[in-house]
């Protein structure tokens, strides 16, 4: 006879991930030297080859100053071009379609200058009602921003009354109804909150036939599920770095722009002098000549030091893969879920996130029926070393990330959930 913990340990010897990879935080807590980390959906842990090649960037600008824009082991001028084909392998774009600049709100909101141009009675956008306020701050200041009502403007999709989660068919039937009064069509990916991994090909298509733009927030999706922007004919995407991409709190942010969109009869844009052909960016010529790919969306020169983390996380994912990451993380995640219905039987918690694999990432959270979610983390995290984090008032989010979580993590999280929280019976 095994006992679970000893389980746990047995998966993680035949199943064990790329742990090693990264710098686990101590514990300081609980009966284990490292933290059981489950916030990797908020920000990811740090790999260890990042620290070498950021001191390689800046010992390339004490050695060389201005002449390390060409002279530099990764020359500066062209760094950001180090970024794109990985970027692109990761959300299933082409090269041209993707690029790596500042953060993701504020490439939402220069993607919006581009794709939100409401217009007759095609004014609305649609958004999650539990989208990340972020999003539901940019969309109302755009809205404002055209002289619109943001109230009259945005309109928020609810679950139905009793559910936790949206259903596709509910979204392609609004669009159905009313696709001729939206303009722009904006969800997450995957749901911050409840961790639902919407249909994205389905709602693109619903969107895109009733003449909507459809644009997706992949803050939670990329480094998470497998994405296929291009073929899915998605019309842009933005996404950040620090979260499942591991490349550091505030890291670079991603985005795409269909092909369909590059070139052609101009889209209206902000731009800037990285804006226009890297070959022409030096003749200081009055007028831009942008590029027929996303990088016409890029404004100013990059922060070189930013690039060198999201460069060493992509080659991560690039050597390890995605479906690889994704069959790890359907095992890990359903490991946590079979530990979890045994704990939540009993207690007053509920797993909110959807029971199908296949309309999840790796994050599952849990709605706490009584006290506050705050205090839960904090006691998950002061008495057993256990990092989840807190979404007020009633959600706890644990994220066993296929890259660097274990089967014994999952174990930890269970097993402080019952020492925490008493049974009801
Ligand atoms: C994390 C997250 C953000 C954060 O925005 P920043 O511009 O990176 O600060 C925005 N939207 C969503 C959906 C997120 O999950």
Redesign the pocket.
Known sequence: MHTPEEEARAHDATDPGHRHLFHVPPAEAGRYPEVAYLAGNSLGLQPRATRDELLADLDDWRRLGVEGHLEAGRPWLPYHELLTAPAARLVGALPTETVVMN????N?HLLMVSFYRPAGERTRIVIEDS??P??SYAVRSQARFHGLDPDATVVRLKPRPGEDTLRTEDVVDLLAREGHTVALLLL?GVN?LTGELMDIPAITAAGRAAGAVVGW?L??AAGNVPLALHDWDVDFAAW?S??YLNSGP?AL?GVFVHERHLGGPALPRFEGWWSTEAATRFEMTPVSRPPATVEAWQISNPPIFAMGPVRTSLELFDSVGMPALRARSLRLTGYLERLLDEVTADRPLTVVTPRDPARRGCQLSVRIGVGSANELTKRLRHEHGVIADAREPDIVRFAPVPLYSTYHDCWRVADALAATVEATS
């Open positions: 953060s993701l709100t504020v939402l989208a990340f972020s999003d997450g911050y927030d803050a939670h950040c620090y979260k505030g942010a």
